[in-house]
């Protein structure tokens, strides 16, 4: 499946632009989304399909526009499976545990830390949006290739450009982070995902909001869950009630047990959520004691999208 030309699609149609107004039109009042920004909060949001995706980005856009911030740090998501062929090769040497640790390691150096886009800009369908300066070296590395595929933040990239835009206005500057890996098989550890979150801090002034983007969950025919699909509930709101529960189990277990292992196993293995790399970066980043509050959570049905048999 080519995402990036799916969700590309989507913004390009020619009702986009009215489809896109009215998801402001409905975001222009949002007190608990201002609060959020204003207290420091880090806002995720997924990349779904723009009828899923489309209203809770639009909320996080407004926002950010209406408390007048100079600049967004948006870490997207890099998708493994998308990954240009050089990527995936060492991808697969980094997961072969029979493989010689020093292989291992030299693939884990291609692929951790952060990758910003080359250019200066991000070019959207409805304008550029500035690239804000930021350091680049280990781990934040210029683009070499590897983001060819990636898609993660091309939606909400495209509706920061259309909002300012629609209302004449100097668009905001944005930092777009694609994180990679972050968890070392080798060594056991995150510590590649502290040494970002040290790097990323270094960047975060007071005017600064950081957001960060992420589907939290992938289950059904087209994820390799036919196995466990029926023992789940058949229900739409019985299936994202137990999903709900897992979430916040993973969301404890990393913000405020900090159990990063435990966490990115459950990511891995319960949600197969593709955060399960940011997760570690945020909880670096929000230190000791920090919380979650979930504003919105439901299931997208993407059968129709994957041409497949539901769930």
């Known amino acids: 499946m080519d995402w990036k030309g799916y969700y590309r699609g989507e913004i390009a149609r020619p009702q986009a632009r009215s489809t896109i107004a009215g998801l402001f039109a409905r975001a222009e009042a949002d007190p608990e989304i201002d609060a959020l920004i204003a207290g420091g909060a880090i806002l995720s949001f997924p ?21 007048r911030i100079s600049e967004v740090i948006a870490l997207g998501v890099l998708h493994t499976s998308v990954l240009p062929l050089p990527y995936a090769e060492a991808l697969n040497r980094l997961r072969d545990p029979s493989a010689d640790p020093d292989v291992r390691k030299a693939a884990l150096s291609r692929l951790s ?37 990636e898609f993660s933040l091309d939606t909400f990239l495209s509706l920061m450009a259309f909002y300012a835009d629609r209302r004449g206005i100097d668009p905001l500057p944005v930092v777009p982070l694609y994180v990679g890996i972050t968890y070392d098989p080798v060594e056991d550890s995150f510590a590649v995902a502290a040494q970002l979150a040290r790097a990323l801090r270094r960047g975060i002034g007071p005017e600064t ?26 229900e739409k709101r019985a299936l994202e009630d137990c999903f709900l529960g897992e979430t916040e189990d993973v969301l404890v277990l990393a913000l405020s047990r900090r159990n990063l ?30 919380d979650y509050e979930i504003i919105h959570f439901e299931l997208s049905d993407y059968a129709g999208i994957l041409s497949v048999d539901p769930p």
């Open 113 to 149: 830390g952060a990758f910003l886009p080359s250019g200066g800009k991000i070019t959207t369908p409805f304008g550029d949006l500035p690239i804000s300066p930021i350091a680049s070296h280990r781990p934040i590395r210029v683009d070499a290739g590897i983001l060819k595929n």
């Open 47 to 67: 990349h779904t399909a723009l009828s899923y995706a489309g209203p809770l980005q639009a909320r996080v856009v407004a926002g950010l526009y209406r408390a």
């Open 261 to 290: 292992k435990e966490a990115f196993i459950k990511s891995l293995e319960v949600l197969k959520s593709d955060q399960r790399y940011i997760l570690p970066v945020i909880a670096e980043l929000l230190g000791p004691g920090a």
């Open 209 to 234: 909001a950081v957001v960060t983007t992420g589907d939290l969950v992938h289950y059904g025919t087209a994820y390799g869950d036919e196995a466990r699909i029926p023992r789940m509930p058949k």
